[in-house]
């Protein structure tokens, strides 16, 4: 019998960092759906594909092999058996990934990959629709929040120690994009759970968000 802890929110809410830790420190299994949005943006890139021409980006979400393996030093994605780690994170994939993700029949075949992924596992995913749409009878459902400047400050300073070039005004549009099409998706729409715990984490150390999440996970747990 598995047990799931779902983590929503908005680009650049902590989502990723929080749930690493958690994961670490309780031995869950982190799956970041995220990055399987992104490895169909990738492959898009790679394949010359045009935003525009969404059958073709269809047919790369159906083909595609994507895994996700964890380390002590973090996660590995592996986009058709290579190693897309880091790739999935630049300019050129950001600037897409929304849109792509926007796509139904690429929302319907990455969730079924995350459902597989996370078949007889106690885990933890974050994402936009993980307790709404992906798992809606998660066993821990969270809604992690902040202001805009400060996630797009994070999301800023986590390009810059990870060598991506984008400037803080670039981040911020982009995030403010990412924010009204996530939230006005056709399907897997950013919206909070009604059974979601909100944790606001504007004024919070990562260290607090953390060990806040985890009392909540241990109560449910017992």
Same mark, same amino acid.
């Given at each position: 019998?598995?047990?799931?802890?779902?983590i929503d929110?908005?680009?650049?809410?902590?989502?990723?960092? %929080? /749930? =690493?830790? +958690?994961?670490? #420190?309780?031995?869950?299994?982190?799956?970041?759906?995220? $990055?399987t949005y992104?490895? @169909?943006?990738?492959?898009?890139?790679?394949?010359?594909?045009?935003?525009?021409?969404?059958?073709?980006?269809?047919?790369?979400?159906?083909?595609?092999?994507?895994?996700?393996?964890?380390?002590?030093?973090?996660?590995?994605?592996?986009?058709?058996?290579?190693? %897309? /780690? =880091?790739? +999935?994170?630049? #300019?050129?994939?950001?600037?897409?990934?929304?849109?792509? $993700?926007?796509?139904?029949? @690429?929302r319907l075949?990455?969730?079924?990959?995350?459902?597989?992924?996370?078949?007889?596992?106690?885990?933890?995913?974050?994402?936009?629709?993980?307790?709404?749409?992906?798992?809606?009878?998660?066993?821990?459902?969270?809604?992690?929040?902040?202001?805009?400047?400060?996630?797009?400050?994070?999301?800023?300073?986590?390009?810059?120690?990870?060598?991506?070039?984008? $400037?803080?005004?670039?981040?911020?549009?982009?995030?403010?994009?990412?924010?009204?099409?996530?939230?006005?998706?056709?399907?897997?729409?950013?919206?909070?759970?009604?059974?979601?715990?909100?944790?606001?984490?504007?004024?919070?150390?990562?260290?607090?968000?953390?060990?806040?999440?985890?009392?909540?996970?241990?109560?449910?747990?017992?």
């Amino acid at each position: 019998m598995s047990f799931i802890v779902g983590i929503d929110g908005p680009a650049g809410s902590g989502k990723g960092t %929080v /749930t =690493k830790a +958690i994961s670490n #420190k309780l031995g869950l299994i982190n799956i970041d759906t995220g $990055s399987t949005y992104r490895c @169909v943006a990738l492959e898009t890139l790679n394949r010359g594909i045009s935003i525009e021409d969404k059958e073709a980006i269809i047919k790369v979400a159906n083909e595609i092999d994507i895994k996700i393996e964890t380390k002590e030093d973090g996660d590995r994605i592996y986009l058709n058996g290579k190693d %897309v /780690t =880091k790739e +999935i994170r630049s #300019k050129e994939v950001t600037k897409i990934v929304s849109p792509v $993700s926007s796509i139904v029949e @690429v929302r319907l075949r990455m969730v079924d990959v995350q459902r597989k992924l996370a078949e007889g596992k106690d885990i933890i995913m974050e994402g936009r629709d993980i307790c709404t749409y992906v798992f809606p009878n998660a066993d821990v459902k969270i809604y992690l929040d902040a202001s805009l400047e400060e996630r797009a400050r994070r999301r800023f300073e986590e390009n810059q120690e990870k060598g991506i070039d984008m $400037s803080y005004d670039e981040v911020l549009e982009n995030i403010e994009k990412r924010d009204y099409n996530d939230k006005h998706k056709e399907i897997g729409s950013l919206t909070l759970a009604p059974d979601s715990i909100i944790v606001d984490t504007t004024n919070l150390r990562i260290e607090e968000v953390v060990e806040k999440i985890i009392g909540i996970i241990k109560e449910k747990r017992k």
